[in-house]
């Protein structure tokens, strides 16, 4: 019998024949491994009921959010919450969430909040990439002065702590959500410009970009063909952790005044409003409160989750390493 | 060691300077004048002109700039256009209060966030591990503002009558003066003296000033008032922290020289507190020092739940009223603090990474 030296002294890791012999992209391996977390899972599931309750707000909410119920039903202003199921009389109105300072129902503007806080963290993290990678992919690739100029330009951005400049920003254009959102995305735009730079510094060197240049590709084309896709990841788990922050920054915002105005039902300027009643009405504080942190915990967990699968240092023990 | 933080120093030269250019620029881009912002709406064109002429904002820009410039130079910010009063005055009033906010919220963040972070790497895949992880996400996903209304209602309204109840607003309890140390100590400084403001700084570091003349009953209070903003405050850096001190724990404790030391029969607890901690700190310090950032941002959002009158108060409202010499003046004052605290974790760099010193 012949035996192979390298049979006895398994060499090969049990994973590494798994993965030799299914040919997997690696895009697929990530959403395996992101699958297996359960803290991910917690986020996608987080998410998932946010974007369900945003698109069937209407059908979700059991009132229009702006609808004043004086006249309509026999209920009190700031009246705490009114739930059958634990023991409020079947005779009144039920109520989720209570009735807010203008005799709205507080549920329904919670669900319509939704819309808001998606839109807010998606535009403004939107807006922020695009501009961020631009730039930072003009720095690295073109290096020289105008790396230098741009860098430090963003570094003067990194220097301001960033809410007290997005509430100059805002100043300046004046409040509003639009105004707000645009304040969140140029605070953020110098992380994606950073992470940008260093991919594109990176890729910069490889054989595939000299073999474009070789061929006559002009240099928009190797950013945005070659380059570009290459510097993905980062962004995309930049971006989700990022939107977690950016649907804090607004709420803080709309908190002072400065973004969403009433009777929009957004939850920070929703909060905002009933602050001073804490102490007689909490539950008009408490709920818009509760639904900004589940949001920012599910965009933050999905985030995490992403950002170690993606991450090649745990390609082959990265499922045990962390939580 | 000495010419590396000169380097240090030096290189934050540039950002200071861009610093004062975003500061002047932000204040001036404002559409609207602040004439009309500041008097209302129906001041008349010749108090504007006035108003104006007697802030120097009809000058051309480039002269607003080079005086401007040349004040911050003498630390002469000028006064303030709502107030009618020094600004240098008012950053006395202001500062002391941010700071202690601040600085009790760090201490509490690192105190708690540590042992934490230390006790979940130990720990690791434990249910205290996943506990202490799960905390540590919701921490940093609550909005101060909401977390100090809900403690503000929790300790403040719920627990009344109990020992846990805390004061939810102010900063020292009416009735209570601290007695600044300058004058009980009679060190005759007056109003007129050029260390007046310098003294009055310190006195109003309420917790410094109740420790130097021994006032316990203050000081007590002064801890109290201070306890929950520092909570609402203190919560995502702890969470931040936690989490970092964590995974940068992880990492080294699968290092060779680790098990080496296991293997050598060092306790387990030494090789995490000597061998392992110290390197596992690098990180760790650097987050610290960026959470100074969230810090001073929270701290506006503190200072308006809990009705403190700090420096993030005074910038919010001079940004949102276009009071230019208190915006530039503070921004420059926080942006100043931020710089000198990542200076002061460069250099602790050196001290807890000898490698470098060398670069």
Redesign the interface.
Known sequence: MTVSPLDSLDLISPEATRLASKPTSLTKIAIRRLFRRRSAIVGLILLGVLSATAIFAPWVAPYHPDQVLIGIEDVERRAPPCIHLLGCPGDRPQHLMGIDGNVRDEFSRVVYGSRFSLVIGFASVGFAIVIGTFFGALAGYLGGWVDNVIMRVMDVLLAFPALLLAIAIVAVLGPGLINALLAIGIVTIPAYARVMRASVLSVKETNFVAASQALGANMMRILFRSVLPNAMTPLIVLGTLEIASAILSAAALSFLGLGAQPPTPEWGSMLSTERNQVFTSPHLVFFPGLAITLTVLGFNLLGDGLRDAFDPRLAVKGETVRV | MISFVIRRVLSSI??LI??L??TFA?AR???GDPCTALLGEHASPSVCRDFIARYGLDQPILTQLGIFLGDVARFDFGDSIRYQRPVSLMLVERLPMTIELSLSALTLAVLVGIPAGIIAAMKH?TAT??TT?VAA??G????????G??L??VF??LLRDTPLWLPPSGRISAGLTAVPFYEMYGLGVGPSSPLYNVFEFFSNLYIFNSIITGNLPVLWDVIKHLALPSMALSTIPMAIIARMTR?SL?EVLGREYIRAARAKGVRRAKVVFKHAFRNALLPVVTIIGLSL??L???A??TE??FGLAGV?RA??EA??S?DYPI?QAF?LV??LG??IVNLIVDISYTYLDPRVRLE
């Open positions: 540039p950002v861009g610093i250019l975003v932000l881009l404002s559409p895949n591990d996943v992880m996400n919701i940093v996903s609550m909005p101060v503002f909401w977390l209304l809900m503000a209602y403040g309204l995974s992880l950032g969230s001073l941002g929270g506006v959002l308006t739940i993030g910038l919010f940004i949102t276009r915006i921004t926080v942006a931020y710089v």
